[in-house]
């Protein structure tokens, strides 16, 4: 299987877990996931046509698509891994969404730098469904306050939430806390679902799904 047959096979999977359960559901879009890939795993996505990307590192992200985004201006970049505030103005300068907002520092420097660079990124506030301490992300209980101050104190866009369920957990039971909370706040993005378990985001309403390993293979 080629990355062109994996991309058009999730996609065919996606459709169909759409339609078994609501055709009327808003269509996710597919976030190849592209960190630790070849430029040439990379290159291979872009012919299929592919124009939408998910990166994990603001230094990696800049290595594989600084050069890329001149030759594709149609690209659409996602940032889904936890950023430091020291990379939020690099962050700012190449992504056109952060999924990863996930702590009131980081809001009050991305909110900051965008007044800087008059570029306004929108944002998903990163959820920690699971209340895993290790995990980065907003608790349930604190996402109303946290989600005020994003947009009230730091002027940010927040379009909608994202999370990583607990590898031990039935992943639909977080993907519909995600959505309840969604639809309690009136976000509209839903950024859930992986190699794994997108079949099961998609019916509670994913937006975003999520796909490295399924499209690229295993990460080196
Ligand atoms: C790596 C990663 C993915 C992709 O995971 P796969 O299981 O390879 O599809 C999705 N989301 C986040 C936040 C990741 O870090």
């Not at 999924?99 to 007044?115: C, I, Y």
Request: charged share 25%; net charge neutral.
């Amino acid at each position: 299987m080629t990355i062109s047959d994996n991309i058009q096979n999730i996609q065919r999977r996606m459709k169909k877990a759409a339609e078994r359960f609501d055709v009327s559901l808003p269509a996710a879009k597919l976030i190849a996931v592209s960190k630790f890939q070849t430029k040439d795993n990379i290159q291979q996505a872009l012919d299929a046509g592919h124009r939408c990307f998910g990166e994990n590192r603001v230094q990696e992200a800049q290595e594989h698509w600084l050069g890329l985004r001149v030759l594709y201006p149609d690209l659409e970049l996602h940032l889904i891994g936890a950023l430091q505030t020291n990379k939020a103005a690099d962050a700012v300068a190449l992504f056109d969404m952060i999924q990863s907002l996930d702590r009131e520092k980081l809001a009050q420097v991305l909110g900051a730098e965008m007044k800087k660079q008059g570029r306004n990124v929108p944002c998903l506030i990163q959820v920690n469904t699971g209340e895993e301490p290790q995990k980065a992300g907003i608790v349930p209980r604190e996402l109303g306050s946290f989600l005020e101050f994003c947009t009230q104190e730091c002027g940010l866009s927040v379009r909608g939430l994202m999370c990583i369920p607990p590898p031990d957990d039935p992943p639909a039971l977080h993907f519909a806390l995600l959505r309840d909370l969604a639809r309690h706040f009136n976000l509209i993005e839903l950024s859930m679902g992986m190699s794994n378990d997108f079949e099961k985001a998609i019916p509670l309403g994913a937006t975003y799904i999520r796909i490295g390993t399924a499209i690229f293979g295993e990460r080196s």
